[in-house]
C-alpha cells in the first residue's frame, strides 16, 4: 500500500526554489488500478519518481508497504524499487544490443537469482506478454508493441507489487495501446497494483480511478463510473 501525506516538491534552480507539487495526500490500496491524469507540466512525472522512489519528497510522509521512504538511505530505496515496483516508460528504455529475454533478465540479476532460474523467469514473462516467439529478437527487430511488450515482462519478471507506468501507450499506436492495456488489465486481476499517467481518455477507462493533477495539486479523485455500474 502507498500512502502520501502532504506531500510538497520543490526543485532548486541556482538561488530559486521551485515548488511543483503542493500538499499531495494520496492513499492507493493494493489491488488497485489508478490513471493519473492532467496537463502538461502538471507534476504527474515528478510524483511518479516520489511514488517510485526514484526522488524524494522535500516534505511530507510517504510510506510504501510500511517503510518510511523519506527516512530511508539510497541503498534502501533501491531494494525497495527492486522488490516492489516495476517500471514503464513512454520509450520503452530496451538495452538495444541485448535481446528480448537478456533484457527482461538484467533487472533480476540484482535479485540473486542464478542464472537458469533468471533465463525461467525471463521466458515465463516473456509468455505472459505474448512474445514466447521472439525472445532472441533484438529491440529493433521488434514493433513499437512489441518493445512495449518485453519492457512490462521486464517490470513483471521480479514479480513486483506495484507497477509504475508513465504514458506507457504514448508511442504506440491504438490497437498496440488496446493489447498493453488489456495485459494491465490482466495483471491487475492477478493482484498487481498498477498505477499509470496519461492524457489519452481511452487509455484512462481502463482505470478504476483517476486523479487529476493540475499546477501541483490533486483536483479530482474519482472512480470510473463502469466500475460504480459492476
Ligand atoms: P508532467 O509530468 O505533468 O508534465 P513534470 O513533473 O515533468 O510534469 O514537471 C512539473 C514541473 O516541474 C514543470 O514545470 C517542470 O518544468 C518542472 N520540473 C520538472 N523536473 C524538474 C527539475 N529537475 N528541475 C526543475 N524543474 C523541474
Ligand atoms: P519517457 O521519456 O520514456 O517517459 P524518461 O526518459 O522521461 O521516460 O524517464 C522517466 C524517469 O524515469 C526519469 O526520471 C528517468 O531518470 C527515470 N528512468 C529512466 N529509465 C530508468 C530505469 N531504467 N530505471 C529507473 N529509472 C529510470
Redesign the pocket.
Given at each position: 500500500m502507498i500512502s502520501l501525506g502532504g506531500v510538497e516538491k520543490t526543485y532548486k534552480q541556482g538561488t530559486l526554489s521551485v515548488p511543483v507539487l503542493y500538499e499531495i495526500s494520496l492513499e492507493i490500496e493494493d489491488g488497485e488500478f489508478a490513471a493519473i491524469m492532467g496537463p502538461s507540466g502538471s507534476g504527474k512525472?515528478t510524483l511518479?519518481?516520489i511514488i517510485?522512489c526514484?526522488?524524494r519528497p522535500t516534505s511530507g510522509t510517504y510510506v510504501l508497504n510500511g517503510v518510511s521512504i523519506p527516512e530511508a538511505d539510497e541503498a534502501h530505496l533501491a531494494k525497495v524499487?527492486n522488490e516492489y515496483i516495476g517500471?514503464v516508460?513512454?520509450?520503452?528504455?530496451l538495452l538495444p544490443r541485448l535481446s528480448a529475454v537478456e533484457n527482461v533478465e538484467l533487472p533480476l540479476v540484482y535479485g540473486g537469482l542464478g542464472k537458469k532460474e533468471r533465463r525461467e523467469r525471463a521466458l515465463e514473462a516473456l509468455g505472459k506478454v505474448g512474445l514466447s516467439d521472439r525472445v532472441h529478437h533484438l529491440p529493433n527487430q521488434l514493433s513499437g508493441g512489441q518493445k512495449q511488450r518485453v519492457a512490462i515482462a521486464r517490470a513483471i519478471a521480479n514479480r513486483p507489487a506495484f507497477i509504475l507506468a508513465?504514458?506507457p501507450t504514448?508511442?504506440l499506436d491504438s490497437k498496440s495501446g488496446e493489447q498493453v492495456m488489456e495485459i494491465f488489465t490482466q495483471l491487475n486481476q492477478e493482484g498487481t497494483t498498477i498505477i499509470m499517467v496519461t492524457h489519452e481518455d481511452e487509455v484512462a477507462a481502463y482505470a478504476r480511478r483517476r486523479i487529476m493533477i493540475r499546477d501541483g495539486r490533486i483536483t479530482e479523485d474519482r472512480r470510473n463510473t463502469h466500475e460504480l455500474a459492476r
Open positions: 512525472s511518479m519518481n517510485g526514484l526522488d524499487r517500471f516508460f513512454q520509450h520503452f528504455h508513465d504514458e504514448g508511442a
